[in-house]
């Protein structure tokens, strides 16, 4: 009876304490929908980092922009291309910027913001008026006033002249993709203007053509080497560098193999230089060793391993044309490389 007693309290006890408990109704859908949207534009507005959000590019801090789900690289270049005077005026100028490829672009341009610009009404005839003075130019020759009034910013006028006065020139107008600041959509809307002189301007010197320096790549050194037009130190200790790989120069073009040697350049320059090439100094294709042979900007690893294995196996060569009988060098490589061996 008393355990009977006892379980009849407890069940008494738990319908009172069931009955006092307020149970929460199910919400609606329409209260679902409303906790999504919040949450979205929670998400939209977000700026932590790993995410995109939205931005402009001319007032961004830098702290922020490091926020945003972009490579290095290329926001520390928007911060570079702000720094040297640029400006964004509409969300496609940012193609601008260095490394801003289209797949980055298009995923980024939806963030951009850049509040409208309520123009009055003269402004915009003042730039519409400006827009249509724009005056062809060449790029060799052109002042920064001509730079400037044919539609380049100061920003790509500055980095034009820069390129010019370290020795670079303009062939064609795809040349001027060349210059740090100016993209193919620029480039676009002022190719119609540019206008290169087929050939560039003789320098006179007291009514008298200016002779050519006849400077011979064999035996100059690095002063005589930089008084070329185009030429300063740096190219000048390259050159000495690779003359003394190959062994000498055979002829004017083997410039064009200097790293980094513009050929531009090497049309200004070509009828000032000449080669003597019975100063090529020659490999004896039967008594060089590997060191030697692979040192030589023509041969590659595998194919001095090939020559010394013939001759270990076959014995001394008789003619420079049994490397290529043999198969040991491409065609292409015995060409340039025969000036260079010797069977002596």
């Keep these: 009876m008393l355990v009977l007693a006892a379980f009849i309290l407890v069940f008494i006890a738990a319908k009172l304490i069931v009955g006092s408990i307020e149970l929460k109704p199910d919400p609606g859908f329409s209260e679902i929908v409303k906790i999504l949207e919040d949450w979205e534009v929670q998400t939209e507005n977000s700026s932590t980092p790993g995410r995109l959000f939205r931005f402009n590019p001319n007032t961004i801090t830098e702290e922020t922009l490091d926020s945003l789900e972009l490579p290095a690289f290329v926001k520390r270049n928007i911060l570079s291309y702000r720094a040297a005077g640029g400006k964004f005026n509409a969300a496609n100028d940012v193609r601008r910027i260095y490394g801003m490829n289209d797949s980055i672009f298009s995923a980024l341009e939806n963030y951009i913001d850049l509040p409208a610009k309520n123009k009055p009404e003269a402004m915009e005839k003042k730039e519409q008026e400006i827009k ?181 196996r076959k014995g001394p060569f008789s003619s420079n044309e049994q490397l290529l009988d043999a198969g040991l060098v491409d065609t292409a490589t015995f060409h340039v490389l025969r000036p260079y061996i010797t069977c002596r």
């Excluded at 052109?142 to 020795?167: D, H, P």
């Excluded at 193919?184 to 203007?193: R, Y």
């Excluded at 100063?279 to 060793?289: H, P, T």
């Design 132 to 312: 249509l003075a724009q005056l062809p130019f060449d790029p060799n020759t052109a002042s920064e006033n001509e730079l400037l009034n044919a539609g380049l910013s100061a920003f790509q006028a500055s980095n034009l002249l820069k390129y010019r006065e370290n020795g670079g020139s303009f062939a064609c107008s795809e040349d001027l993709l060349k210059i740090y600041g100016i993209d193919s959509t620029f480039f676009s809307s002022v190719e119609g203007l540019i206008a290169i002189a087929e050939k560039p301007a003789k320098i006179f010197v007291d009514e008298k053509e200016t002779l050519p320096l006849l400077l011979d790549l064999n035996s100059a050194d690095t002063a005589e080497l930089q008084k070329l037009s185009g030429i300063g130190p740096a190219f000048a200790t390259r050159i000495l560098k690779y003359r003394e790989l190959l062994g000498g120069f055979c002829n004017k073009n083997q410039l064009l193999e200097v790293y980094g040697f513009p050929e531009e350049t090497f049309q200004v320059i070509k009828e000032d230089i000449l080669v003597d090439s019975l100063k090529v100094s020659k490999l004896r294709i039967n008594f060089v060793n590997y060191s030697d042979l692979l040192r030589h900007p023509y041969l590659k690893k595998g194919q001095v391993e090939a020559i010394l294995n013939y001759r270990d």
